[in-house]
C-alpha cells in the first residue's frame, strides 16, 4: 500500500508556498508548527515513505 499526501502550490509574492491539501499533510503542517510545508519538510515527509503529490490547480478565474 502506498502512502500519498497532496500539497496545493500557491504563489505567494513571486515564492511558490506549499498548502497542506489533505488531513495528512495538514497533520505534517502541524507537527512543523507552520501552515505550510517547506521544501525541507517534504523532503524529511518522502523519506518517512510518503509519495508527495500536487493537488491539480484550475486556472485563475476558472467558475464551475
Known amino acids: 500500500m502506498e502512502k500519498i499526501i497532496y500539497i496545493e502550490a500557491r504563489k505567494n509574492y513571486g515564492a511558490w508556498v506549499y498548502y497542506p491539501a489533505c488531513p ?28 508527495v503529490e500536487r493537488k491539480a490547480e484550475e486556472p485563475l478565474g476558472w467558475s464551475k
Open 24 to 51: 495528512q499533510s495538514e497533520l505534517f503542517a502541524e507537527i512543523a508548527k507552520a501552515k505550510t510545508l517547506s521544501i525541507d519538510t517534504i523532503k524529511f515527509i518522502e523519506k518517512l515513505g510518503y509519495k
